[in-house]
């Protein structure tokens, strides 16, 4: 925090005296407190416009217990809300009311874990507060080339609300870097909301406790823990380091709030057999079917795909490629048409889609609960259904062997009450057991207290926390006519920074044995740049076509 604090003082006075017209743009003139009313006089007019269904009037529920608990002391608080039951806005009215109870707040930081979800949701924070206020940090977002402002704000985080990933904030805390360390100081004194809190890395989970303790504790932070699947992090017997949550939930009573929104019928199918639930999926006229990985949803679809009407979605087709899909998709849900889609879990990070009927192969709670919330979402029909089966070959990928072990029991145990809160708690309870040795993989905290001791810290050791382990290759796919326009002028561009980041709409993330397997179809853009141009090695149903590594990590 000294660090940040004298980095940050240094390059803002050589600015303010090199480049005083940039110094001018970073001064922004809405306080916090300010966003207040702007954010009531637009939320109040999307509440008027909603429909009288008991979705909306739940949703109402837990936005009056957001605002109730807002009046309480600053620290560490949780909201445990189904998928579905408006967490999003609700948390925004909590940290605005809770900023105007206490003025110590200089800003809101919302922490999201997947790239995919970030630009929507700051899209609706813009939409309620005002775009000059909303700064996104993140990979994928590229700034108007005129837009400093952003630009600056950017490098010190230095606006009313930031919305960023989990990889940008925590991946900071832990890092050596001027460029990372310079923002730190400004998340004190914030409202600091972690949407979806469930998705820290289990072998990372340590240290970012370490982070929200360190921060509630000292740096006058409020953080707010925000799932449908509320992680088992609380101290007790079995987690002697965990947070201190005895009175921290937001909600009145969870258990009443799952059960009122409940809008899906839960059954488990046993094992099946892929001819068994491809013959399920073409009776079916609207159905979303999840799987775990890429290989799952590619050989499911080609099973399937002669038939008509089925789309596929993975991370092997580029995210600009994959929102086109996406649309269709939205675009006959929404006419009552034909659609059938096969997809790995990226479906399941916030993805806005409403499907009658949803199945999924076995996974670990949390992945069943977001698939069933692509399941009558909007809670328009009578009961929704949701299928879960066992495929008859679970990925030898340890953590899908582990949420599969922990998760096929409470199948039983809890009948159709799969996402009840019991059931949630159980399985991060086990899941946390077997992995109880694993929540420090990389030993940062042994390495910080080993610095505390000897009044020496090895602020490079410590730096290799890095929120996801990529050993992963980027290929950007240049078949577009934007992408192919982009791709040329990094030949002749000097700033090429901004033409890789525009380019990463058009990026692929494969593994280094599928790197190697396509290089010779690659070409070199600039060192470490690779771009693929032949249309013969991607597909427009299924994406980049390379073969699926077995053993290894895994990307959605």
């Not at 509630?216 to 992090?233: D, F, H, I, K, R």
């Not at 017997?237 to 929104?261: S, T």
């Not at 599969?404 to 708690?425: H, N, T, V, Y």
């Not at 992963?472 to 078949?479: E, F, P, R, S, T």
């Amino acid at each position: 925090m000294l660090f940040s604090c004298l980095i940050d003082a240094d390059r803002l006075d050589t600015e303010r005296f090199c480049s005083p017209d940039k110094a001018e743009q970073r001064e922004h003139d809405t306080p916090l407190q300010n966003l207040h009313s702007i954010f009531w006089q637009n939320f109040d007019a999307l509440r008027a416009a909603a429909s009288n269904s008991k979705v909306n009037e739940i949703r109402e529920t837990v936005l009056t217990n957001c605002l109730a608990a807002a009046q309480r002391k600053p620290g560490l608080f949780t909201l445990t809300v189904p998928t579905g039951g408006g967490k999003t806005l609700a948390s925004l009215a909590f940290a605005l009311e809770h900023a105007k109870t206490y003025s110590q707040f200089r800003r809101i930081i919302y922490v999201i874990p997947f790239t995919s979800i970030i630009e929507q949701n700051a899209k609706v924070f813009r939409n309620v507060l005002g775009n000059e206020t909303v700064l996104e940090h993140h990979s994928n977002f590229v700034p108007d080339e005129a837009d400093w402002k952003t630009k600056l704000a950017a490098e010190n985080w230095d606006a009313p609300v930031v919305v960023t990933t989990n990889v940008q904030f925590f991946d900071s805390f832990f890092s050596n870097k001027t460029s990372k360390c310079r923002k730190l100081h400004n998340v004190a004194n914030s409202v600091v909301i972690f949407d979806e809190v469930q998705a820290i890395p289990v072998e990372k989970l340590q240290p970012c406790l370490e982070v929200l303790r360190e921060l509630t504790t000292n740096y006058g932070v409020t953080a707010v823990l925000c799932t449908a699947t509320q992680p088992a992090v609380s101290k007790s017997n079995n987690f002697k380091n965990g947070l201190a949550l005895e009175q921290a939930e937001i909600i009145h009573d969870v258990p009443q709030l799952f059960k009122a929104l409940q809008r899906t019928r839960m059954t488990w199918l046993g094992q099946q057999t892929q001819e068994e639930i491809a013959a399920k999926l073409q009776q079916e006229k609207q159905v979303l079917c999840v799987v775990s990985t890429r290989d799952q949803a590619l050989t499911l679809f080609e099973q399937l795909k002669g038939d008509g009407d089925f789309f596929h979605l993975s991370a092997l087709m580029y995210p600009e490629h994959r929102s086109k899909i996406l649309d269709e998709i939205r675009n006959r849900l929404n006419a009552g048409s034909h659609c059938r889609v096969i997809s790995t879990q990226l479906i399941e990070a916030g993805v806005d889609v409403d499907f009658p009927v949803v199945y999924r192969s076995l996974a670990g709670m949390d992945s069943i609960a977001q698939a069933a919330g692509r399941c009558n979402r909007e809670g328009l029909r009578k009961i929704g259904d949701v299928f879960v089966y066992e495929p008859e070959k679970i990925p030898s990928v340890s953590y899908f062997r582990h949420t599969c072990q922990c998760a096929k029991p409470l199948l039983d145990r809890f009948a159709e009450e799969f996402l009840a809160p019991e059931c949630i708690q159980a399985y991060f309870n086990d899941y946390f057991w077997i992995n109880h040795d694993r929540m420090d993989k990389d030993d940062i905290l042994g390495k910080c207290r080993a610095g505390t001791q000897k009044c020496e810290f090895s602020f490079e050791d410590i730096a290799d926390f890095k929120m996801i382990d990529s050993a992963n290759q980027a290929i950007v796919i240049a078949l577009d006519e934007n992408a192919v326009k982009l791709a040329d002028q990094l030949k002749y561009i000097e700033n090429k920074q901004s033409i890789l980041r525009k380019l990463q709409k058009y990026t692929v993330q494969v593994y280094q044995n599928q790197f190697f397997e396509l290089k010779e179809w690659l070409e070199e853009a600039q060192p470490g740049v690779f771009i693929l141009k032949n249309s013969e090695m991607y597909s427009k149903e299924t994406g980049l076509k390379c073969q699926s590594p077995e053993g290894q990590g895994f990307i959605v």
